[in-house]
């Protein structure tokens, strides 16, 4: 499956902004999938996942009730929403897939990525 990620951009502290994945090659519905981020200097981090049927989310604590993960399987395509944005947001966004029902937290396994959207929150 190949993923393709959009909608980052500059945005100010306190705004938005809805990040999608795309994807093409495979039904996304037979992945669990999830939104990853990666600061300059830092580590990739998971930020937000959602379970192959969608009926269950998972978030980072730095996240938890700022950010919303859905999927719409009959699109392709898995949305990220940003609310009340802060500068420590500021990472570039990369939409996973894991060939399983179940959300998992650590990068190596997923195995198909996005290219990444880059998120910059000014103060």
């Not at 990853?36 to 990739?44: L, T, V, Y």
Request: net charge positive; glycine share 12%.
């Amino acid at each position: 499956v190949q993923l393709q990620a959009s909608g980052g951009g500059l945005v100010q502290a306190g705004g938005s902004l809805r990040l999608s994945c795309t994807a093409s090659g495979r039904t996304l519905s037979r992945y669990s999938m999830a939104w990853f981020r990666q600061a300059p200097g830092k580590e990739r981090e998971f930020a937000a996942g959602i379970s192959r049927s969608g009926g269950n989310t998972y978030y980072a604590d730095s996240v938890r009730g700022r950010f919303t993960i859905s999927r719409v399987n009959a699109e392709n395509t898995v949305y990220l929403q940003m609310n009340s944005l802060k500068p420590e947001d500021t990472a570039v966004y990369y939409c996973a897939a894991h060939d399983a029902g179940v959300v998992v937290v650590y990068a190596s396994l997923y195995a198909y990525w996005g290219q990444g959207t880059e998120v910059t929150v000014s103060s």
